[in-house]
């Protein structure tokens, strides 16, 4: 009886030990041919997106690290392994294991473009962990025209994004920012209390004019970047923002009084403009949730 059921069973499946030999020499050649590295690189890839979504950043990296290393060609997994260090990089920090997870992130980054070069996401990743690493204290004015030149590089490739042009006028703010107001300090430094110029004064000539050389391009050029994002995203207030104190930039650059009121005229109604937009979308209904 039971060799009858065995028969019967051999009959349906036919002959078992010469199927399973057949798979296993498939299983072999595919793990020969390096199927079996990107299976094993795709676990360790979902592995490593389960520990970033539960904070465990430092086994996320392991993982991420582990996919790469088994599948080089697997992108995905260098990008992740990027955005993992910078997600553990704080700002400002001068800790020398913080230091190193902001460079881990460019250099993993910037290995991801050897094989794309128009790969956005990496650009966009060296350009905010530049800016962020810029901070200081204190600022590293040239990190911060780098992320400027990998943000610059974005709009060559995809040029109807609006973040970009965003991230080039705001750095070119910063660097004049920066300058303006160094001069106003360096001036006031050598004058009586009653000659120093408040935030709010124009600059005299003799500290104008080199501000103006040193800087004017900056300026302009980020003006024309935040009215590019703002046509782009009509409702961009946060362009609006930094486009509003880039006029003020201008205005400190300008030597005709009815120029310069002209400037600040403008900034200010761009700050009427942010207004409208924040109470138009305050009075918006809530979204039901999905």
Avoid at 83 to 107: H, L
Avoid at 166 to 190: F, H, P, T
Avoid at 251 to 260: F, G, I, L, S
Wanted: charged content about 30%; glycine content about 4%.
């Amino acid at each position: 009886m039971q060799k009858g059921i065995a028969a019967a069973v051999r009959s349906r499946l036919g002959n078992a030990p010469e199927r399973f030999c057949a798979v296993a020499l498939v299983a072999v050649v595919a793990c020969a041919a390096g199927g079996c590295n990107k299976l094993k690189a795709r676990d360790m890839l979902s592995q490593g997106v389960q520990a970033a979504k539960a904070n465990q950043w430092d086994i996320a990296i392991e993982k991420f690290k582990q996919a790469k290393d088994l599948d080089p060609s697997l992108q995905t997994a260098r990008l992740y392994l990027a955005t993992a260090y910078a997600n553990q990089y704080v700002p400002g920090s001068p800790d020398e294991a913080n230091v190193n997870r902001g460079k881990e992130a460019i250099k993993v980054y910037k290995e991801a473009l050897e094989r794309d070069p128009n790969n956005l996401s990496a650009i966009d990743g060296i350009g905010s962990m530049l800016y962020h690493m810029a901070g200081g204290p204190p600022p590293k004015l040239d990190l911060m025209k780098d992320s400027r030149d990998y943000h610059r590089q974005h709009i060559k490739i995809k040029p109807d994004d609006p973040d970009p042009y965003y991230w080039v006028g705001e750095i070119d703010w910063e660097l004049s920012y920066k300058a303006d107001n160094q001069a106003r300090l360096d001036y006031n430094k050598d004058m009586p209390a009653k000659k120093q110029i408040k935030p709010e004064d124009p600059l005299p000539d003799k500290i104008r004019q080199p501000f103006a050389a040193a800087y004017a391009a900056d300026v302009d050029e980020g003006i024309t970047a935040l009215k590019k994002a703002i046509e782009l995203r009509p409702d961009f207030d946060d362009a609006m923002g930094m486009l509003n104190l880039l006029y003020r930039q201008k205005a400190d650059m300008t030597e005709n009084p009815q120029d310069r009121q002209k400037l600040l005229e403008d900034a200010d109604a761009l700050i009427d403009k942010i207004k409208e937009i924040k109470q138009r979308r305050a009075n918006q209904p809530a979204q039901p949730a999905s």
